[in-house]
Every structure is written in C-alpha cells, then in structure tokens.
C-alpha cells in the first residue's frame, strides 16, 4: 500500500515518515502539485540472484591438467 504526500508536508517532517516507511513497510509517494514525483520505499536486500543462475554451469574435469579437446572448448 503507498500514501500520497506532498512536498511540502514531506520537507518539515521527513524523518519521521522515514521512520513510519521502516516499521510498516508501507512506501510513500511524493507529489508536486498533485502530480507524483518520487516514491519512498522501504529498502530490501535481495538474495543472491547470481547462484541459481551458475549452478549446474560448471564442467567437471577429471584431469585438470589435460588439454582440453575441441569439443568441450565449445562447452567452455
């Protein structure tokens, strides 16, 4: 759910909508003369995206120390 406030009621008393944003979550959306501008929103920390991403991508090699053949150069 996001509130509207203006500019001017934000300016004097940001801080304590910043409070309000962490404990409940709720965003805030900024206006200037009814139109809105900016959105306040609680910060959120996303887990790492990358990991499912590269599993399964990596090549096992039973000699790592081999030459790798032409085939699995194109797997690489």
């Given at each position: 759910?996001?509130?509207?406030v203006s500019?001017?009621?934000f300016?004097?008393?940001?801080?304590?909508?910043?409070r309000?944003?962490?404990?409940?979550?709720?965003?805030?959306?900024?206006?200037?003369?009814g139109?809105?501008?900016?959105?306040v929103?609680?910060?959120?920390?996303?887990?790492?995206?990358?990991?499912p991403?590269?599993?399964?991508?990596?090549?096992?090699?039973d000699e790592?120390?081999?030459?790798v053949?032409?085939k699995d150069?194109?797997a690489?």
């Amino acid at each position: 759910m996001e509130r509207l406030v203006s500019k001017s009621k934000f300016k004097p008393r940001s801080l304590e909508y910043f409070r309000q944003i962490e404990e409940s979550g709720e965003e805030i959306v900024i206006t200037d003369h009814g139109h809105p501008v900016l959105k306040v929103v609680p910060y959120k920390a996303k887990p790492a995206e990358v990991l499912p991403m590269l599993r399964n991508s990596i090549k096992k090699f039973d000699e790592p120390t081999e030459p790798v053949g032409e085939k699995d150069w194109e797997a690489l």
